[in-house]
């Protein structure tokens, strides 16, 4: 069982919609969460950070964590084609694990 | 001012050579990073360092070797180089509130 699971996508919305992505993690010890956002050929790039379950809001992002689901997400609102990239789910025990990553596609 | 800064941005190599990656980072983090990326784009830690002390080894076969001669520095030498190390290696420097920030990454090729 992987530790940290993302749906791979392609995941397609329209420009201005709400993209939702999701993440599960099997370690139930881990208390940090991150959510990288990683354009082509780029590095992976820190959008939020959370820690307590519940809503994390900054600007156009919501990231959401249920501990006792095992489950974070982020959402995006009034997505825009800059959007377009792979985001990476992380979650942190002892070291930090990372998802496989959505690619996320925002159609004009 | 870059962050966390890589030289080379592209390293192509045969196998069985010797090569250094280095890293630098301007941000006073504590905490410095190795990651590889693979082919199918899986990013998985290699090392991190915390005040000049190994925290982390993750199962990385002994010709991988991290040295940080100082806080903001932490170089991967690579020895004997193999086909399987061809991957992207990214570097990250962490806060106390372990957000890591990557480095541009360096691609390596080995031929």
């Known amino acids: 069982q992987k530790e940290v699971e993302q749906n791979s996508g392609p995941l397609s919305v329209p420009e201005g919609a709400i993209a939702s992505l999701n993440c599960t993690y099997s370690?139930?010890?881990?208390?940090?969460f991150f959510w990288y956002r990683q354009y082509s050929g780029k590095s992976p790039e820190l959008i939020m950070s959370?820690?307590?379950?519940g809503d994390k809001e900054d600007g156009r992002f919501t990231a959401q964590l249920n501990k006792a689901s095992q489950y974070v997400s982020l959402l995006i609102r009034d997505s825009q084609p800059s959007d377009s990239a792979t985001y990476l789910c992380?979650?942190?025990?002892?070291?930090?694990?990372f998802g496989a990553g959505t690619r996320l596609t925002v159609k004009p | 001012d870059t962050a966390v800064s890589q030289t080379p941005k592209y390293l192509v190599t045969q196998m069985g050579n010797d090569k250094s990656i280095k890293c630098e980072q301007n941000l006073g983090h504590d905490t410095m990073y190795w990651y590889k990326q693979d082919s199918k784009k899986f990013l998985k830690i290699m090392f991190s360092?915390?005040?000049?002390?190994?925290?982390i080894n993750e199962t990385v076969p002994n010709r991988f070797s991290p040295k940080s001669p100082d806080k903001a520095h932490l170089n991967l030498h690579i020895n004997s180089l193999e086909l399987g190390d061809s991957a992207v290696y990214f570097c990250?420097?962490?806060?106390?509130?372990?957000?890591?920030?990557f480095g541009p990454g360096t691609r390596l090729t080995v031929t």
């Open positions: 370690d139930r010890v881990s208390q940090s």
């Open positions: 990250a420097s962490g806060d106390s509130s372990y957000e890591q920030y």
């Open positions: 360092y915390n005040n000049k002390e190994l925290i």
């Open positions: 959370i820690y307590s379950n």
């Open positions: 992380a979650a942190l025990n002892n070291d930090m694990r």
